[in-house]
């Protein structure tokens, strides 16, 4: 057989493309073209495309080029990605290839785990290929060799792009793209992506913005076989509420058992341990079932990637810190146990599986509940019409501008007009106004503030030139101390210790080397199955929310890492915690891991709803639920907001059904429940779902709206969004939290406050009252501004609630009924078993403060002369 | 006066003396008209933007405006800053003609104390008053460093606060912590951070009869039991 000649590419790789039984594919070869007349490329590919491959053809082909006896010529290309195990991984595949070809490339890898003797090296004798991550750029940028160590550089390779441009290390990457095209102008970029809603977006991105505004070539490989999807019909009855699988656990198991390697996502690190507990307690072949999620230590997810990596692992309960990560060949069943949420986080999610593009990937949707059904249902339909969902590019952040600008100095000598126009070259900043910019130069310099008092003290100031430059060489060192955008909330480390009073029962050792990811069956008393006793001061399990361990007391037990913990105190900011014998713990609510049902998915739900006729492919259980409620009060319809109102119990209920996601019912609950307590009808609380919103009321609400008292049109007005969401966004605990995160980030304070470890905490400031300060004094200070930027894009999705409250205006349908209805039961039952986080923490300062009342008033204190 | 009735009933005793304690955190003697506040820490800000950590530069006036509204309050003859009323004494001497300038109109009309603490062993030039290590009201010794003496005693420097259990959370809060014989009072500068009362450094000064923690509410101060506070 001839062998297909590709004159693109050099003889060397055509011979190591046939020796492999492989053929270049079109797009790698498209991009390899691209490449080579100098124009930057994004490449959107599913997984198992060869997109990694694709990605280092180019470069790979020049330095194969390159004359025989030429040492290094500096640094040639950067690949930046966002996970760190990525860069390391991609690092060891191309030394394969590298080395099958008897190629001289030096390929290494830089993340913060790399020695600091190694980084020193790195930046003196670069490697001609550098695997990197966001924040490592950054640093790199700052330093003071910055234009020597970049000036080779002819390529940077972006990959995981979709997932990075969406966050503020995404803003960071932007801004650090541009000046590396200043350092390196003949520099191009390839942009690794998954399939996108708006592929333009990420082509913009990629290219600088401004005067020559342009967008990078698209080269798109094929879509790979249809997915095989579908949702499960459980045995079992399927739950009014919740997110949990213990009614479907049975059906997973089989499933597992029939496939080579599963991966079992869930949406958030409870609902992991949860699923992975009752799997094991099924577990009666012994599957070497594991657990990863956000929460553990990063050693332990280590050793569950290699061990998945090596094929020894036949299923793993994941969240979303698997969605991206390293190709495993040989998974081929995804099971998503939930509510899919988005389509495009269906897609990549089902993109895990198979990695083989002329094969469907299988994939199988276990639904928590009736409203999950549709979900599952409507997520299937737009898979296979290969709808995307992604979210909308954002607006790059002004506490991670001021991040930059600070760098910038630290790097060498800025012109500010010279800087201005070079982060405007950056998408996310395109639009950014000249005074928002000079005020977070302002802000670098001096803090920012009305009264100029700083002066005197200024981080960075003009010289003689011009030219800003830093004060000190200790600023430049701070700046290298608190670079980056990730902001852990106050998490405590979980430390495995000796239970305090010793138990009588006989303990047994785990088999030698066994680890957390078999996690030891949850035995009955006559089979004690933990092992013996650690020492205080024994392993780190991982870390979790300083706020959910609050809310537990010493002897309270919780899953964690697969197991039942029992918490034994907090000591020296460190939880200890030891193995309970417990079989009923108390899951962890802490809230990793929460996306937003997307706008488009909610939208086929609405339709899916309101067409009787779409209903035969659902489950028979949710058709006759539907039907009920149809002939007990009636179906929302896709474009009007149906209210219900019953009376039950003490209480006067309205439930609301606008399908927009958790956050904006959150956001609408806190804005309509203000508005019901001034109009006295005594609302007593509100629980929040991603379908609907329940508030209760010792008024009657209908009576009121048939008194003509209240008019529902009124109550749901869109005037609601302006002052009372203001008032109450600053007093909110969430703002507060905001804040802080932004307060980091731009540098305003450091991630480890000075002199916090060496005398207490009566010295410390917390954010919260500088928070207090600031608010009173400067309330349009530019970080209270970027935190209300965040707070009502990420956390309360204000956007959102706004679209929805224009949408629905002249279309409210209220049912006055007279008991419950079907479509309420599900939210109803919510009620009570709210997770400990954002808003609920609100109500949690207020019973808090009412306990408080209580005690006064039962303790009078003072004398009673 | 309502504000007053409804913080008068927030007191306490040490030994035969009444004190009020105010949602603010100041402690007013009635008898001798005299206002007791602990670790204004003023100028904390300045203190830190000369390690070029820039935090806003108004907690001095904030710290100011709510001893303002006290003063306004209870009208004392007397004020008595109990020690660290400046965070240091460099940053001091920076305070801003306007702050300077309210520093002034509460003192004026009445009587001023600086009692020295470890961030301020004297009070800075421009700051009129009296100023000493300890003060003596009636059989109770005011000092800024809480002492490990059997007498009578009202301190500051530890910036107590508590972390209160509720049915299903918690709060952290500054509070006076007492039992009877002695006090330590809540820092009342803007950015003085809290030390927990379950901390080690509390537990030699209060060894004896039941020890109460008043802590500050929104609008009152509230009673609390040692068992329903937390360790942080």
Same mark, same amino acid.
């Given at each position: 057989?001839?062998?297909?000649?590709?004159?693109?590419?050099?003889? /060397?790789?055509?011979?190591?493309?046939?020796?492999?039984?492989?053929?270049?594919?079109?797009?790698?070869?498209?991009?390899?073209?691209?490449?080579?007349?100098?124009?930057?490329?994004?490449?959107?590919?599913?997984?198992?495309?060869?997109?990694?491959?694709? +990605?280092?053809?180019?470069?790979?082909?020049?330095?194969?080029?390159?004359?025989?006896?030429?040492?290094?010529?500096?640094?040639?290309?950067?690949?930046?990605?966002?996970?760190?195990?990525?860069?390391?991984?991609?690092?060891?595949?191309?030394?394969?290839?590298?080395?099958?070809?008897?190629?001289?490339?030096?390929?290494?890898?830089?993340?913060?785990?790399?020695?600091?003797?190694?980084?020193?090296?790195?930046?003196?004798?670069?490697?001609?290929?550098?695997?990197?991550?966001?924040?490592?750029?950054?640093?790199?940028?700052?330093?003071?060799?910055?234009?020597?160590?970049?000036?080779?550089?002819?390529?940077?390779?972006?990959?995981?792009?979709?997932?990075?441009?969406?966050?503020?290390?995404?803003?960071?990457?932007?801004?650090?793209?541009?000046?590396?095209?200043?350092?390196?102008?003949?520099?191009?970029?390839? +942009?690794?992506?998954?399939?996108?809603?708006?592929?333009?977006?990420?082509?913009? $991105?990629?290219?600088?913005?401004?005067?020559?505004?342009?967008?990078?070539?698209?080269?798109?490989?094929?879509?790979?076989?249809?997915?095989?999807?579908?949702?499960?019909?459980?045995?079992?009855?399927?739950?009014?509420?919740?997110?949990?699988?213990?009614?479907?656990?049975?059906?997973?198991?089989?499933?597992?058992?029939?496939?080579?390697?599963?991966?079992?996502?869930?949406?958030?690190?409870?609902?992991?341990?949860?699923?992975?507990?009752?799997?094991?307690?099924?577990?009666?072949?012994?599957?070497?079932?594991?657990?990863?999620?956000?929460?553990?230590?990063?050693?332990?997810?280590?050793?569950?990637?290699?061990?998945?990596? /090596?094929?020894?692992?036949?299923?793993?309960?994941?969240?979303?810190?698997?969605?991206?990560?390293?190709? $495993?060949?040989?998974?081929?069943?995804?099971?998503?146990?939930?509510?899919?949420?988005?389509?495009?986080?269906?897609?990549?999610?089902?993109?895990?599986?198979?990695?083989?593009?002329?094969?469907?990937?299988?994939?199988?949707?276990?639904?928590?509940?009736?409203?999950?059904?549709?979900?599952?249902?409507?997520?299937?339909?737009?898979?296979?019409?290969?709808?995307?969902?992604?979210?909308?590019?954002?607006?790059?952040?002004?506490?991670?501008?001021?991040?930059?600008?600070?760098?910038?100095?630290?790097?060498?000598?800025?012109?500010?007009?010279?800087?201005?126009?070079?982060?405007?070259?950056?998408?996310?900043?395109?639009?950014?106004?000249?005074?928002?910019?000079?005020?977070?130069?302002?802000?670098?310099?001096?803090?920012? &503030?009305?009264?100029?008092? &700083?002066?005197?003290?200024?981080?960075?100031?003009?010289?003689?030139?011009?030219?800003?430059?830093?004060?000190?060489?200790?600023?430049?060192?701070?700046?290298?101390?608190?670079?980056?955008?990730?902001?852990?909330?106050?998490?405590?480390?979980?430390?495995?210790?000796?239970?305090?009073?010793?138990?009588?029962?006989?303990?047994?050792?785990?088999?030698?080397?066994?680890?957390?990811? *078999?996690?030891?069956?949850?035995?009955?008393?006559?089979?004690?199955?933990?092992?013996?006793?650690?020492?205080? +001061?024994?392993?780190?399990?991982?870390?979790?929310?300083? *706020?959910?361990?609050?809310?537990?007391?010493?002897?309270?037990?919780?899953?964690?890492?697969?197991?039942?913990?029992?918490?034994?105190?907090?000591?020296?900011?460190?939880?200890?915690?030891?193995?309970?014998?417990?079989?009923?713990?108390?899951?962890?609510?802490?809230?990793?891991?929460?996306?937003?049902?997307?706008?488009?998915?909610?939208?086929?739900?609405?339709?899916?709803?309101?067409?009787?006729?779409? $209903?035969?492919?659902?489950?028979?259980?949710?058709?006759? $639920?539907?039907?009920?409620?149809?002939?007990?009060?009636?179906?929302?319809?896709?474009?009007?907001?149906?209210?219900?109102?019953?009376?039950?119990?003490?209480?006067?209920?309205?439930?609301?059904?606008?399908?927009?996601?958790?956050?904006?019912?959150?956001?609408?609950?806190?804005?309509?429940?203000?508005?019901?307590?001034?109009?006295?009808?005594?609302?007593?609380?509100?629980?929040?779902?991603?379908?609907?919103?329940?508030?209760?009321?010792?008024?009657?609400?209908?009576?009121?709206?048939?008194?003509?008292?209240?008019?529902?049109?009124?109550?749901?007005?869109?005037?609601?969004?302006?002052?009372?969401?203001?008032?109450?966004?600053?007093?909110?605990?969430?703002?507060?939290?905001?804040?802080?995160?932004?307060?980091?980030?731009?540098?305003?304070?450091?991630?480890?406050?000075?002199?916090?470890?060496?005398?207490?905490?009566?010295?410390?400031?917390?954010?919260?009252?500088?928070?207090?300060?600031?608010?009173?004094?400067?309330?349009?200070?530019?970080?209270?501004?970027?935190?209300?930027?965040?707070?009502?894009?990420?956390?309360?999705?204000?956007?959102?609630?706004?679209?929805?409250?224009?949408?629905?205006?002249?279309?409210?349908?209220?049912?006055?009924?007279?008991?419950?209805?079907?479509?309420?039961?599900?939210?109803?039952?919510?009620?009570?078993?709210?997770?400990? *986080?954002?808003?609920?923490?609100?109500?949690?300062?207020?019973?808090?403060?009412?306990?408080?009342?209580?005690?006064?008033?039962?303790?009078?204190?003072?004398?009673?002369? | 006066?309502?504000?007053?009735?409804?913080?008068?009933?927030?007191?306490?005793?040490?030994?035969?003396?009444?004190?009020?304690?105010?949602?603010?955190?100041?402690?007013?003697?009635?008898?001798?008209?005299?206002?007791?506040?602990?670790?204004?820490?003023?100028?904390?800000?300045?203190?830190?933007?000369?390690?070029?950590?820039?935090?806003?530069?108004?907690?001095?006036?904030?710290?100011?405006?709510?001893?303002?509204?006290? !003063?306004?309050?209870?009208?004392?003859?007397?004020?008595?800053?109990?020690?660290?009323?400046?965070?240091?004494?460099?940053?001091?001497?920076?305070?801003?003609?306007?702050?300077?300038?309210?520093?002034?109109?509460?003192?004026?009309?009445?009587?001023?104390?600086?009692?020295?603490?470890?961030?301020?062993?004297?009070?800075?030039?421009?700051?009129?008053?009296?100023?000493?290590? %300890?003060?003596?009201?009636?059989?109770? %010794?005011?000092?800024?460093?809480?002492?490990?003496?059997?007498?009578?005693?009202?301190?500051?420097?530890?910036?107590?606060?508590?972390?209160?259990?509720?049915?299903?959370?918690?709060?952290?809060?500054?509070?006076?912590?007492?039992?009877?014989?002695?006090? !330590?009072?809540?820092?009342?500068?803007?950015?003085?951070?809290?030390?927990?009362?379950?901390?080690?450094?509390?537990?030699?000064?209060?060894?004896?009869?039941? %020890?109460?923690?008043? !802590?500050?509410?929104?609008?009152?101060?509230?009673?609390?039991?040692?068992?329903?506070?937390?360790?942080?």
């Amino acid at each position: 057989m001839t062998r297909a000649v590709f004159p693109e590419l050099p003889d /060397q790789f055509s011979a190591w493309f046939a020796a492999r039984g492989w053929e270049p594919r079109a797009h790698q070869l498209e991009l390899l073209s691209l490449a080579r007349s100098g124009q930057s490329a994004l490449l959107i590919a599913p997984t198992g495309a060869g997109k990694t491959l694709a +990605g280092f053809l180019p470069t790979l082909t020049e330095l194969a080029a390159r004359p025989a006896r030429t040492r290094s010529g500096g640094l040639h290309t950067l690949y930046v990605s966002p996970l760190k195990a990525l860069a390391v991984d991609v690092a060891r595949n191309l030394e394969a290839p590298i080395a099958q070809m008897g190629l001289r490339i030096r390929v290494e890898a830089r993340t913060g785990d790399t020695p600091a003797s190694r980084r020193q090296r790195q930046r003196r004798d670069p490697p001609d290929i550098l695997l990197t991550t966001p924040e490592q750029l950054a640093l790199l940028l700052g330093g003071p060799d910055a234009r020597p160590l970049f000036a080779t550089l002819r390529r940077v390779v972006l990959d995981e792009l979709h997932a990075v441009t969406q966050s503020k290390r995404g803003d960071l990457l932007a801004l650090d793209l541009a000046r590396l095209r200043k350092h390196a102008p003949q520099m191009t970029i390839i +942009g690794l992506s998954a399939t996108v809603r708006d592929a333009d977006e990420l082509r913009r $991105w990629l290219a600088p913005q401004g005067k020559d505004a342009h967008m990078a070539a698209l080269v798109k490989a094929p879509p790979g076989a249809p997915a095989d999807l579908s949702m499960l019909d459980a045995r079992e009855r399927l739950p009014w509420s919740g997110h949990g699988a213990s009614h479907a656990v049975h059906d997973i198991y089989a499933a597992i058992k029939t496939a080579k390697t599963t991966l079992v996502f869930v949406n958030t690190r409870a609902q992991a341990e949860a699923v992975f507990q009752q799997l094991w307690s099924i577990n009666e072949d012994s599957l070497a079932i594991a657990l990863h999620h956000g929460s553990l230590d990063a050693s332990q997810r280590r050793r569950v990637e290699e061990a998945m990596a /090596q094929g020894l692992l036949k299923a793993i309960v994941c969240t979303s810190t698997l969605d991206l990560g390293i190709d $495993w060949g040989d998974v081929d069943l995804v099971i998503n146990v939930g509510a899919p949420k988005g389509a495009s986080r269906l897609t990549q999610r089902i993109g895990r599986a198979n990695h083989r593009l002329d094969e469907p990937s299988r994939a199988l949707l276990v639904p928590g509940n009736r409203f999950e059904a549709l979900e599952c249902h409507a997520a299937i339909e737009a898979t296979a019409l290969g709808a995307q969902d992604t979210p909308p590019a954002r607006t790059g952040a002004l506490d991670v501008l001021c991040q930059h600008i600070l760098g910038s100095a630290c790097a060498e000598p800025f012109d500010a007009d010279v800087l201005f126009a070079e982060v405007t070259s950056a998408e996310p900043y395109a639009h950014l106004a000249h005074s928002d910019f000079l005020a977070a130069l302002d802000f670098v310099a001096t803090g920012g &503030y009305a009264l100029g008092a &700083y002066e005197r003290f200024a981080r960075i100031r003009r010289d003689k030139n011009g030219l800003w430059r830093i004060a000190n060489g200790k600023i430049a060192q701070t700046w290298r101390m608190n670079v980056g955008t990730i902001v852990e909330s106050d998490m405590l480390k979980v430390r495995l210790v000796r239970a305090r009073a010793s138990k009588a029962v006989a303990k047994k050792s785990r088999p030698a080397g066994g680890s957390l990811y *078999y996690p030891t069956k949850l035995g009955g008393p006559s089979r004690p199955a933990y092992t013996g006793p650690l020492a205080r +001061g024994g392993r780190v399990l991982g870390q979790i929310e300083e *706020y959910f361990l609050e809310t537990l007391a010493p002897g309270d037990t919780f899953l964690f890492g697969g197991e039942v913990l029992a918490l034994e105190g907090i000591f020296e900011g460190e939880a200890y915690v030891s193995r309970a014998h417990s079989q009923a713990p108390k899951v962890p609510s802490y809230a990793g891991g929460k996306f937003p049902l997307s706008t488009y998915l909610a939208e086929r739900v609405r339709k899916l709803i309101s067409s009787p006729r779409q $209903w035969s492919a659902l489950p028979q259980q949710v058709r006759d $639920w539907l039907s009920l409620q149809a002939k007990v009060s009636r179906l929302p319809s896709a474009n009007n907001l149906l209210i219900e109102t019953f009376p039950r119990g003490e209480r006067f209920y309205l439930v609301a059904y606008p399908f927009e996601g958790r956050l904006a019912h959150q956001t609408l609950g806190m804005l309509l429940t203000r508005r019901m307590e001034r109009l006295e009808l005594m609302p007593q609380g509100f629980v929040a779902s991603e379908y609907a919103l329940a508030i209760w009321c010792l008024r009657d609400v209908a009576g009121a709206c048939a008194s003509g008292a209240l008019s529902m049109e009124a109550l749901f007005d869109e005037d609601m969004l302006g002052d009372d969401l203001e008032e109450w966004l600053q007093e909110s605990a969430l703002m507060k939290r905001t804040f802080r995160t932004c307060a980091v980030i731009a540098g305003m304070i450091e991630r480890r406050f000075p002199g916090k470890e060496k005398t207490g905490r009566q010295v410390t400031i917390s954010t919260d009252l500088i928070y207090d300060v600031l608010r009173r004094h400067q309330p349009d200070h530019i970080l209270l501004r970027a935190a209300r930027d965040d707070a009502a894009t990420g956390l309360l999705d204000v956007a959102r609630l706004s679209v929805m409250l224009a949408r629905i205006k002249g279309r409210i349908m209220h049912e006055a009924l007279n008991r419950v209805s079907p479509l309420a039961v599900p939210v109803m039952l919510e009620i009570g078993r709210e997770p400990v *986080y954002g808003q609920a923490q609100d109500q949690i300062l207020a019973q808090a403060a009412a306990a408080l009342v209580e005690d006064a008033m039962q303790k009078p204190t003072g004398k009673a002369s | 006066m309502s504000g007053i009735t409804a913080s008068v009933e927030q007191g306490f005793s040490l030994g035969d003396e009444d004190f009020c304690a105010d949602v603010s955190g100041a402690l007013f003697h009635a008898g001798e008209r005299l206002l007791i506040v602990a670790d204004l820490h003023l100028q904390k800000g300045a203190a830190f933007a000369e390690r070029r950590v820039l935090l806003p530069p108004y907690d001095t006036a904030a710290t100011l405006a709510r001893l303002g509204e006290a !003063v306004a309050r209870y009208q004392p003859r007397a004020v008595l800053a109990l020690g660290d009323s400046f965070h240091d004494a460099r940053a001091g001497a920076l305070m801003n003609t306007a702050d300077r300038a309210s520093l002034a109109a509460l003192q004026s009309g009445r009587e001023w104390i600086w009692v020295a603490g470890n961030h301020d062993p004297e009070a800075p030039a421009f700051a009129d008053g009296l100023q000493c290590q %300890t003060y003596r009201l009636g059989a109770i %010794t005011l000092r800024h460093e809480p002492s490990q003496d059997r007498g009578l005693e009202i301190a500051g420097h530890l910036h107590p606060v508590a972390r209160v259990a509720a049915a299903k959370g918690r709060l952290r809060r500054r509070c006076f912590l007492s039992d009877g014989a002695r006090c !330590v009072m809540p820092a009342f500068g803007a950015y003085a951070g809290g030390l927990n009362i379950l901390d080690e450094a509390f537990a030699p000064l209060f060894t004896g009869a039941r %020890t109460i923690a008043h !802590v500050l509410g929104r609008a009152n101060v509230y009673r609390i039991g040692l068992e329903s506070c937390r360790p942080d």
